[in-house]
């Protein structure tokens, strides 16, 4: 067996080198910038057929219901396609309507507008212009004068000047085909645009389930299972956007149209139906459709009351449904984070115009869901997505290792709503410590990031000293068995407190009716006295005093004056044992000369540990029992209180849960 080699002259841990991007990754990014440039160049081809597919998951559900009420496949289909077709030209209809009769009032808006731009410059307007003039007559003259001296130094003393020459550019005659053409176009382009998203909808509503099984056979053939998950998650995520945003942003309409009407502004079906047209732009669009009627306002009103209560509409209305009304209604069914939305409406805004912009959440939405599935794509949704991107356990180590135990128990309280202290010390605080016992091995963890790391943990203990280890009630917010989890969430598990608890004292065995029958010795580890201090704690919490000593108080030198009276048990904690468990066997054999009676517990947090599989190894290093979890060592020690018999032969191995 090998033997420890001290730490005085073991060499020094190095950090390995960050990775030099392979070919891989720069292959990752060529494909990347082909793709962008595709979108960007062959926006005439891509748009009409996104704005189809995205058609056809609107409609999708309006032809399901055809279909349930008897009616055939491609009537459903073509009814479902017509019924769109009028909706859209039923707002155009209204739109161009109301934008007609708009034009014909403009003279009259015009000399509203001018007649209060007059009445402004008799007041603090007019002495801010007048002084506006002054500034610019000044820079004038300067620039006058400066242009005086240059020109007489370019024509010389005579000042002779040359004469300018009149020049009159005359455009040729237009062809018939070529007037046709300009007066056509800008009607036809549209019309065609329609055309061509008609007939694919057609298409896609038809031919729907084939084209399902054809992405199957080409992308995951080989896991039916994945592929279709992923799939219904796309569908259910764009669906569930899509309704809900037309509801949402109709309602909205409805609202901003009925309030302008009631204010008086003109044309309040116009502005309801811009209203709601553009707040499919995420953050901006509301805003932006505001300042046409609040200008139209203050073209009509000779006041200022009209434009106040137009502006005072936008202002209320956007913050309530925004942050109220659609939160309540359909939470973050889109699965993005609001950094996401503004970074990719900026992108598809620049790669596709408007349409990039209304189209700019729904492509994030696939996105999202495709590095949900996809390994190699998890990226997006780490960077998109709105669900954590770090593990728990990281963030508690991050959190510790910048000094901040304010958020570790931030964070911490916010998941002992649905857990177990014990769960959180298995699973997040035990492991985080895992991970910086295992950096200060690296040599990558300085003296003084060490000791904020056992400080904060052991302040952490005793802010959840008056918190008792039980099951949370169940708060009804059940998480949606469907969705499928980010990676950090995957790695999360959860377990159950300790259901039982010690009896009375005066129940329980002569030996363990003292203060601290349980004595919980740290490990040589660094961090090995936090985890002692947390299992004392959850002890102390299921009816059995316990006490935390360091580990020289075991050693060589310490063990003599190691006081042990009424101490029924001895819990070891150890975040690492570093391979080689002969300083165990060794403490153990001390301890045992040192009370011979008394039960030993060896706690190795870190699950796989060859003793806790290895029975002959076991019993050579001579503990009763081993555990892998805090939950563990509790239930062992409450079961060895209730026996009060000392286990004897084969260790006993307790697994966790």
Not at 279 to 293: D, E, Q
Not at 558 to 563: E, F, H, M, P, V
Request: proline letters at 8%.
């Amino acid at each position: 067996m090998p033997t420890d080699v001290p730490d005085a002259v073991k060499p020094p841990a190095q950090v390995p080198p960050p990775l030099v991007p392979g070919l891989r990754g720069l292959l990752t990014l060529a494909v990347g910038v082909v793709l962008v440039a595709a979108l960007y160049f062959g926006r005439e081809v891509f748009v009409p057929l996104v704005l189809a597919i995205l058609l056809s998951f609107v409609l999708a559900p309006v032809v399901h219901l055809l279909r349930r009420i008897r009616l055939g496949r491609v009537p459903s289909v073509i009814v479902a396609v017509l019924l769109a077709l009028a909706v859209v030209g039923g707002i155009g209809a209204v739109i161009g309507t109301q934008v007609a009769g708009l034009a014909g009032n403009l003279p009259q808006y015009q000399s509203t507008v001018q007649k209060k731009f007059a009445g402004l410059q008799h007041g603090w307007l007019g002495e801010a212009n007048k002084l506006l003039q002054k500034f610019n007559h000044q820079v004038q003259d300067v620039t006058e004068k400066a242009d005086a001296a240059g020109t007489t130094a370019e024509t010389g003393p005579a000042g002779d000047t040359p004469k300018a020459q009149l020049v009159r550019v005359q455009e040729p005659e237009l062809s018939p085909l070529a007037l046709a053409e300009k007066v056509l176009g800008p009607v036809v382009s549209p019309l065609t645009d329609v055309g061509i998203v008609l007939v694919v909808v057609v298409f896609l509503l038809l031919q729907r389930e084939d084209l399902r099984n054809r992405m199957i056979r080409l992308f995951g053939s080989s896991d039916l299972h994945r592929t279709t998950v992923a799939m219904d998650d796309a569908a259910g995520r764009l669906g569930t956007y899509f309704l809900a945003q037309l509801g949402m942003n109709a309602t909205f309409g409805v609202i901003v149209g009925v309030g302008l009407w009631i204010i008086g502004v003109p044309n309040p079906l116009l502005w309801g139906v811009l209203s709601a047209i553009m707040r499919f732009i995420p953050y901006i669009g509301a805003i932006v459709s505001g300042v046409f009627p609040v200008a139209l306002a203050a073209a009509v009103d000779p006041g200022w009351s009209m434009v106040i209560a137009a502006a005072a509409l936008f202002l209320i209305a956007e913050p309530v449904f925004g942050q109220v009304v659609e939160p309540l209604l359909y939470g973050h069914s889109t699965g993005l984070s609001p950094f996401a939305v503004i970074v990719s409406t900026l992108f598809w805004g620049f790669l596709w115009g408007p349409i990039g912009l209304i189209l700019a959440t729904p492509f994030t939405v696939c996105l999202v869901v495709l590095g949900r599935h996809v390994d190699s794509l998890e990226f997006f949704d780490v960077l998109l997505g709105d669900r954590p991107p770090l593990t728990p356990v990281e963030n508690f180590y991050q959190r510790m290792l910048a000094g901040d135990p304010d958020e570790v128990r931030e964070i911490a309280e916010g998941m002992l709503k649905d857990r177990s202290l014990s769960s959180y010390y298995d699973e997040v605080a035990l492991k985080g410590l895992q991970l910086a016992a295992n950096d200060h091995a690296r040599g990558v963890v300085t003296p003084v990031q060490l000791e904020n790391i056992r400080a904060s943990a052991h302040s952490l203990v005793q802010d959840f000293e008056g918190l008792n280890d039980v099951e949370p009630p169940v708060d009804g917010k059940a998480v949606n068995p469907s969705e499928t989890p980010t990676l950090a969430e995957r790695v999360h598990p959860k377990t159950e407190a300790v259901p039982a608890h010690a009896p009375p004292r005066d129940a329980l065995p002569e030996a363990w009716r003292g203060e601290t029958p349980v004595l919980c010795l740290a490990g040589r580890g660094p961090l090995d006295e936090a985890s002692s201090a947390m299992l004392a704690q959850l002890l102390r919490k299921h009816g059995l005093g316990a006490q935390v000593t360091p580990y020289q108080s075991a050693s060589r030198e310490g063990i003599r004056n190691l006081d042990l009276s009424g101490v029924a048990m001895v819990c070891i904690s150890y975040l690492d044992i570093t391979g080689s468990p002969s300083h165990l066997r060794y403490l153990l054999e001390r301890l045992r000369r040192r009370a011979p009676g008394i039960s030993i517990l060896v706690g190795l947090w870190p699950v796989g540990e060859k003793v806790l599989t290895d029975a002959a190894l076991g019993r050579e290093v001579g503990a009763d029992a081993y555990v892998s979890s805090l939950r563990d060592a509790v239930d062992a020690c409450l079961r060895v209180a209730t026996d009060a018999t000392p286990t004897q032969g084969s260790p006993t191995v307790v697994r966790a849960a």
